[in-house]
């Protein structure tokens, strides 16, 4: 109890007590009542733009990195996977294996979950207004093309097996999440703008809005000449939704 001497105020009213275990590790995780902590904004509204080179682009102009932790362990957890399979099943030496692989895989969440983090709790705590894309992960992560050829089933888009890898380590679903419920902790308001909002399209000077293939990094602006880094557009257009 030393390391979280708010719960000694709660009575002892816990819900939901549940004991896992994750790699070499032991968790204790449970749920109780506790009045939202509503904190000074620092600015209204600001526009978020996910990504994945960076992991978010603000329209006040801060950048979030994205760690690619995956990408970045990729080759050991491959190693560490065929060691798996080499060993014969019920071994020690395949129990320790599979221990090893375990921890990897439990870094990686972890210097993910980590980065999300830090980044839904800064827009939480300092804005009243947190305003994001629609985005149909899992739409992404669908596999469109037909397996038996390398033309593209009707009605679908082509699927780029790399690009799928690197949304799954983004962890999007998992920002949308951790911010919905930090916002009520903290008092501020979430805006999903709608699905079909052509926030990387418009010029966020004078709206005129033209086609940006995904390759296009800059937004060169046809109608007034206004250029801008694609994301931080897209973020400032993301703001001006709720005002529209």
């Known amino acids: 109890m030393e390391k979280f001497p708010h719960l000694l105020f709660v009575h002892d009213i816990f819900l939901n007590v549940r004991i896992s275990k994750r790699a070499n590790n032991w ?11 509503h904190t000074a904004k620092k600015r209204d509204v600001i526009g978020v733009d996910v ?20 990408q970045q362990a990729k080759k050991r957890l491959t190693r560490y996977q065929r060691r798996v399979n080499k060993k014969k099943f019920g071994s020690k030496n395949r129990a320790k294996a599979v221990k090893r ?3 990897l895989h439990k870094k990686v ?9 830090q980044l839904t709790t800064w827009l939480a705590k300092n804005h009243s207004t947190i305003v994001i894309e629609d985005l149909n992960v899992s739409g992404m992560l669908k596999k469109r093309c037909d397996p038996a050829t390398t033309s593209v089933a009707p009605g679908s888009a082509p699927r780029h097996h790399k690009l799928a890898s690197a949304i799954a380590d983004c962890g999007f679903y998992e920002f949308k999440r951790q911010l919905t419920y930090k916002c009520e902790w903290y008092g501020s308001e979430l805006v999903i703008a709608d699905r079909f909002y052509p926030s990387s399209q418009i010029c966020s000077h004078c709206g005129h809005q033209q086609k940006m293939p995904l390759s296009v990094r800059t937004y060169e602006c046809s109608a007034c000449g ?17 005002s529209q």
């Not at 204790?28 to 902590?37: A, H, L, R």
């Not at 990504?51 to 995956?70: E, M, Q, R």
């Open 27 to 37: 968790y204790i995780s449970f749920k109780y009542d506790n009045e939202p902590t």
């Open 51 to 70: 990504g994945i080179n960076t992991l978010a682009t603000c329209s006040d102009g801060t950048p979030f990195a994205n760690p690619k932790a995956y």
């Open 101 to 103: 692989l375990a921890i």
């Open 109 to 117: 969440a972890e210097i993910r979950a980590d980065k999300l983090h």
């Open 226 to 242: 206004f250029t801008a880094d694609r994301d931080f557009n897209a973020a400032v257009n993301l703001e001006n939704y709720v």
